[in-house]
């Protein structure tokens, strides 16, 4: 399996974010293809040392790395990555990686 973890940093406008990544962002990513899971943070995103840098976490689960580069490439995909820019103006990290169950 193949992991996405998209991390959002703090928004000026939190709930404002939270609103349009509930409203419009959420459905848009969901129609990515490949797509197995979608999971997302759920409350304030911290460190063993206190706050993060970091409003909201997503993980997004595909079949494989080549599968999740596929996606990405897609049109569903495209859109969703072409919406960042409306709502994730502090700045957005995304890494992507094989995993595996240990």
Known sequence: MAKLVVLY???ADPAAF???YAATHIPLAKKIPGLMRYEVSDGAVSTPGG???YQLVAMLEFE???ALQKALGSPEGQAAAGDLGNFAQAGVELLMFEAKEV
């Open 18 to 20: 939270d609103r349009y």
């Open 64 to 66: 494989s790395l080549g």
């Open 51 to 53: 706050p993060s840098p």
């Open 9 to 11: 940093k703090q928004a």
